[in-house]
Nanobody
Framework: VQLQAFGGGLVQAGGSLRLSCAASGSSFRRDAMAWFRQAPGKEREFVAAISRTGGSTYYADSVKGRFIISRDNDKKMVYLQMNSLKPDDTAVYYC???????????????????????WGQGTLVTVSS
């Protein structure tokens, strides 16, 4: 599967932005999806994940209550709605796919980068103070 993330940009603190990730390939409905991010000078970290049906979602504590992950299996799209953005949210955001995922993997599994086989190229989000 190939992934392409887009929708990043410059936004003021307190604002909102929606990221999108377009997937190709026939396995999308069997794939769990996630967003990770990498801030300048920092390691890539987990942001949010969603099960293959959309029935389960997981969030990092730093974004819980502000970000919402969703998916549209008919369109092969994954979204990340980001609200109440903070300067600390500035990062390159990556979408990732866990191919042929089990239905309910849990947070510990879903938040680990090594469980995702396919990655998009990243889209830059810059939050100004």
């Amino acid at each position: 599967v190939q992934l392409q993330a887009f929708g990043g940009g410059l936004v003021q603190a307190g604002g909102s932005l929606r990221l999108s990730c377009a997937a190709s390939g026939s396995s999308f409905r069997r794939d769990a999806m996630a967003w990770f991010r990498q801030a300048p000078g920092k390691e890539r970290e987990f942001v949010a994940a969603i099960s293959r049906t959309g029935g389960s979602t997981y969030y990092a504590d730093s974004v819980k209550g502000r970000f919402i992950i969703s998916r549209d299996n008919d369109k092969k799209m994954v979204y990340l709605q980001m609200n109440s953005l903070k300067p600390d949210d500035t990062a390159v955001y990556y979408c990732a796919a866990d191919r042929n995922a089990i239905l309910t993997a849990g947070f510990d599994y879903s938040s680990k980068q090594e469980n995702y086989e396919s990655w998009g190229q990243g889209t830059l989000v810059t939050v100004s103070s």
